[in-house]
């Protein structure tokens, strides 16, 4: 009994199977009219089911050939549909000329379907690269999940303001234009004309709404700006007055460009749990693409054909529309970026390398390191830890790191050895080249061993690593995330060239959890970090590094603990000073590097790439060094569509 | 047999009991801090996360003492409320389970049963079947021993992307929208067929084997000899030995399909296939309690349902269960 059951259901998958293979290689019914000229053995309806695609529709054959019957007496008249004769010549209709003939569909569909259900691949552009998990929500006041919806800021809900890394530049975007007027004074213009994706237009109230939710609550990622910020006030519809008791600056300036506006009339009437936790499905934005679909492992989005952008400031992103899709493995985006299936891929795809250069890929630059910057990965080092705490000791390792493995071996030439200030090089201005030539540091082992001797560091029981100056065994450990291979292979490199300087660092990977509570508790001897995104301002990546005050958790950053007041005055006096001073700006800057490289408390090592790789096939026009393409990021991850992402999709063409 | 099934079912009540308590427990044995993980995926913005860290504690309960989290745990679940997962914040759990949980039966459910017919059938025809057992038994040792993942991943190399006859990610195609048409269900075949074909080797390899190595147990057995030394026909001692030797098959079926809702990781991983396993290693490393317990809550039901349909189908299928059980109740 239950061997026939499942003989039946052995069967049933095997005639599924079949069907499937023949669905998809069946060839479709002729699309133009044809003759035919009748031979022994056919028939009306086997002949449209072979042409038009159902039996039915024998009756389109039959029309159509008695119509044609009438002006050239050459086709057959039909009187009786079942008696044909050899040799009679039909006329068997397109499939728009049978529908005139018959009431049964032509080309038999399942079920109606209302919306578009198959995209052209002309029209579609496939991304991957940014989603680690299945979408869960289209809020934008949830930052970090945002990687699984990508788009929902930027594509959908936009900024005041966009920023250019590769030019410096903030771009005038929702706002037209803002400035400060006085010290505690900032007014910002909005464009007119802008509207809400429900046709509602966008005003100065929609500003006032956005950033009172900060005020109002707490766990809304903004909300410290409110430390400083007095009042947000609409003057007339568009125009928005800030005031501000002693503004940072930095901070206000680097949050024009990723705090997100909302519609104030679809917003207002939501609870606090609906705006700080609410998955916000079908978002309203105002932005160049709208949500279509989601499932487990892509997003949909589709042209917002009424943007404002497009009349206002003529720009149009190529697409219709973009498939965002998860890949579960970089082995699996990397096999659909050699297919073709994928246009811009951001994933960290190591061996790239070799195939931009073989010209499968394109990439940013054509050789090495092929990826522009996108943040630095700094090894923090415990300072509250012996021998730690010694700064001799933290420039000794400093030295002893051998970057050019991490570069060479690590990542196969995909990044590019950090400055020893550890800013961005689209932040190059700002690092005090005297203080760098005086200070910095590089892969020295003999230097090393030096600074070990003279700070009193010797090997005194003969096991090939020193031992601190009061005679205590030195045994650290360096640590990344289990799972995260490229940094997996740095520490290991990390902890091979401190040996071979004579300092005993073994590497480590616990999970990603243990390695995050030791990372904000405290509790790790060294650990690598790169949480300081691509900025506008120096300020971000000193905020990271010189996060204050030291509280239990450190959640945000200063995870070594470095507890040095000067230091954070400086670092505070970097966040108040306007943007438009940058000689004040790189003033502080110079200070803190000089103080940052003698102290040596944190040890930038390489940056990180923005991984992107893109392929020809059916989009062109794609952003690389080369004069004659846009200078872009071409980036998809979250906070990156203001950064470049959308403007490169504005500049994109289709292939011919 | 009534107080058989009451015992039964008493024993499952209280593993049921335990199993969730443990599995309620261990997450939170584990190092880490949920909420602490969660923030610093937002990495864009510093300034908030100290702020946020405690609203976020008392959104998910995670404030209160540990013993009012387990009564309060308890009290929700009997609600059937299974909470609102931290990794996918803020969907609840219940939903991403039943999200992605249909993806994994429809793989693993043929995979499993047409495996186990097809291995057990194998299995047992090429027992003592010399060029059988010498020349594709071997095959089905490799299978078997093969590591799943470097099988998958060769599959999809060869038929994904050196002859491109299958897609190598997705449950369909990039470019459709579910909907019902041949073209959707062809690509919905279409990208079912390797991970299923990957899972379907690999699992009649093993039964295969052990139908195998099981029916030339039974044919040295006392009573399949005193059927040949009766002259029973070849057929009907190999059918007697059948029987028998399915016995622990069952067994293995049923555990296989009490983990069902478990899904396949290697298998979702290789093929980029969306599924539950994938999930459930991701809330564990982001120490997402609740959809750990949530999983594992399935997972327990599936096995103590799966163990009890055993039960249940030995009495049905083994007379001598059935025996000792009468002469238990006599």
Redesign the interface.
């Known amino acids: 009994m239950s061997k026939r059951t499942l003989v039946n259901l052995f069967l049933v998958f095997a005639m599924l199977l079949t069907l499937g293979v023949g669905a998809a290689s069946a060839a479709p019914p002729a699309q133009e009219e044809m003759t035919y000229t009748v031979k022994l053995g056919d028939n009306l309806w086997t002949l449209a089911e072979k042409y038009l695609g159902s039996g039915p529709a024998y009756r389109a054959i039959v029309g159509a050939t008695n119509d044609r019957n009438a002006t050239d007496s050459s086709f057959a008249k039909i009187d009786n549909p079942s008696l044909i004769h050899p040799g009679w010549k039909l006329l068997i209709p397109g499939p728009e000329e049978a529908a005139k003939y018959v009431t049964v569909p032509v080309v038999v569909e399942v079920t109606p379907v209302p919306e578009v259900v198959t995209y052209p691949r002309s029209e579609t552009l496939y991304v991957s690269g940014a989603a680690w998990g299945p979408p869960s929500d289209w809020n934008p006041f949830i930052t970090w999940s945002k990687a699984n919806t990508t788009g929902t800021i930027g594509l959908v809900y936009e900024t005041l303001f966009m920023y250019d890394p590769l030019t410096d530049k903030l771009i005038p975007w929702l706002a037209e234009s803002g400035e400060w007027v006085d010290a505690d004074t900032y007014e910002l213009k909005l464009r007119k004309g802008i509207t809400w994706s429900d046709g509602q237009p966008m005003t100065a109230a929609d500003v006032v709404f956005t950033y009172e939710l900060g005020q109002k609550y707490a766990a809304i990622w903004f909300s410290p700006e409110w430390a400083y910020l007095d009042s947000v006030t609409a003057v007339g519809d568009y125009a928005v007055r800030f005031e501000f008791t002693d503004p940072l600056y930095q901070q206000f300036e680097n949050d024009l460009y990723n705090i997100a506006m909302v519609p104030k009339h679809l917003w207002e009437g939501k609870t606090e749990e609906e705006i700080t936790s609410g998955a916000n499905e079908n978002p309203v934005g105002s932005g160049a693409y709208l949500y279509e679909t989601h499932s487990e492992d892509r997003n949909v989005w589709v042209r917002n054909e009424d943007w404002w952008a497009t009349k206002l400031l003529g720009l149009k992103p190529a697409p219709k529309r973009i498939v965002d899709i998860r890949f579960a493995s970089n082995n699996v985006a990397l096999g659909a970026v050699i297919k073709g299936e994928v246009d811009l891929s951001n994933n960290f795809l190591p061996g790239i390398a070799t195939l931009s250069e073989k010209g499968y890929v394109k990439t940013y630059f054509a050789g090495a390191p092929y990826m522009l910057s996108a943040n630095t990965a700094v090894l923090f080092l415990n300072t509250t830890k012996p021998p730690m705490d010694d700064p001799a000791f933290r420039r000794a390792v400093a030295f002893a790191i051998n970057t050019g493995d991490i570069v060479n071996v690590a990542y196969a030439n995909l990044v590019k050895a950090a400055d020893p200030t550890g800013l961005l090089p689209s932040l190059a201005k700002y690092v005090d080249p005297a203080v760098v030539k005086e200070l910095g540091f590089s892969y020295d082992p003999a230097k090393a061993k030096k600074i070990l001797a003279d700070a009193g560091y010797k090997d005194v029981n003969g096991d090939g690593f020193v031992e601190a100056p009061d005679g205590s065994k030195i045994e650290l450990e360096v640590t990344c995330p289990f799972g995260w291979t490229d940094w997996m292979e740095s520490i290991k490199v990390i902890a091979n060239s401190a040996q071979a300087a004579g300092i005993n660092i073994k590497d480590a990977t616990p999970d990603y959890g243990a390695w995050n509570t030791a990372l904000t508790t405290g509790t790790f001897d060294m650990t690598l970090n790169n949480w300081a995104m691509m900025s506008n301002t120096p300020w971000t990546l000193y905020n990271l590094l010189f996060r204050h005050p030291i509280i239990e958790v450190m959640g945000s950053g200063n995870f070594g603990r470095y507890d040095n007041q000067q230091m954070f005055d400086l670092v505070d006096q970097l966040a108040a000073t306007p943007s438009d001073d940058v000689e004040g700006m790189k003033a502080v800057c110079s200070q803190i590097q000089e103080l940052m490289l003698t102290e040596m408390p944190m040890i930038p090592l390489w940056y990180n790439g923005l991984w992107a790789q893109y392929s020809d096939a059916v989009w062109t026009n794609w952003p690389t060094e080369a004069a004659n393409v846009p200078s872009r990021l071409p980036c998809t991850w979250s906070g990156y569509w203001q950064m470049g992402g959308l403007l490169t999709l504005t500049e994109l063409k289709l292939a011919e | 047999m009534r107080r058989y099934l009451g015992r039964k079912i008493l024993i499952y009540i209280l593993t049921f009991f335990l199993a969730v308590t443990i599995d309620w427990l261990i997450p939170r044995f584990?190092?880490?801090?949920?909420v602490?993980?969660?923030?610093?995926?937002?990495?864009?913005?510093?300034?908030?996360?100290?702020?946020?860290?405690g609203?976020?504690t008392r959104?998910f309960g995670l404030d209160v003492p540990i013993w009012q989290q387990y009564l309060n745990f308890w009290s929700a679940l009997f609600h059937g409320d299974l909470g609102t997962?931290v990794?996918?914040?803020?969907?609840p759990v219940a939903r991403?389970i039943m999200?992605?949980v249909p993806?994994d039966i429809f793989l693993l459910l043929?995979a499993i049963?047409?495996s186990w017919?097809?291995g057990n059938k194998f299995g047992a025809f090429a027992a003592r079947t010399k060029w059988l057992d010498n020349t594709i038994l071997p095959i089905g040792y490799i299978l078997t021993a093969t590591p799943y993942m470097w099988l998958g991943?060769l599959l999809?190399?060869a038929f994904?992307?050196v002859l491109?006859i299958f897609p190598?990610?997705?449950?369909y195609g990039?470019?459709?929208?579910?909907?019902?048409?041949?073209?959707?269900?062809?690509?919905?075949?279409?990208h079912w067929?390797l991970p299923f074909a990957s899972l379907f080797l690999v699992k009649f390899g093993g039964w295969a084997i052990g139908m195998r190595n099981m029916i030339i147990y039974e044919l040295e057995a006392d009573y399949s000899h005193y059927l040949e030394a009766l002259g029973a026909p070849r057929k009907l001692v190999r059918k007697y030995a059948f029987r028998n030797a399915i016995l622990p098959q069952i067994t293995g079926l049923s555990l296989d399909l009490g983990v069902i809702v478990a899904g396949a990781l290697v298998t979702?991983?290789?093929?980029?296939?969306?599924?539950i396993g994938?999930?459930i290693l991701?809330a564990i490393?982001?120490?997402d309690y609740f959809l750990i317990q949530g999983c594992f809550l399935f997972i327990i039901i599936g096995v103590l349902l799966a163990n009890f349909a055993i039960d249940i189908a030995y009495v049905i299928v083994d007379p001598r269960t059935r025996l000792g059980m009468m002469g238990e109740t006599a």
């Open positions: 584990m190092p880490g801090d949920p602490q993980t969660m923030l610093s995926r937002g990495l864009l913005h510093a300034e908030g996360v100290e702020v946020m860290y609203y976020y959104a997962s990794y996918l914040f803020p969907q991403v999200r992605a993806y043929p049963l047409l017919f097809a991943i999809a190399w994904g992307v491109g190598i990610a997705g449950a990039f470019e459709l929208r579910p909907h019902l048409s041949w073209t959707f269900i062809g690509s919905v075949l279409k067929f979702e991983v290789v093929f980029s296939y969306p599924g994938y999930l991701q490393q982001n120490q």
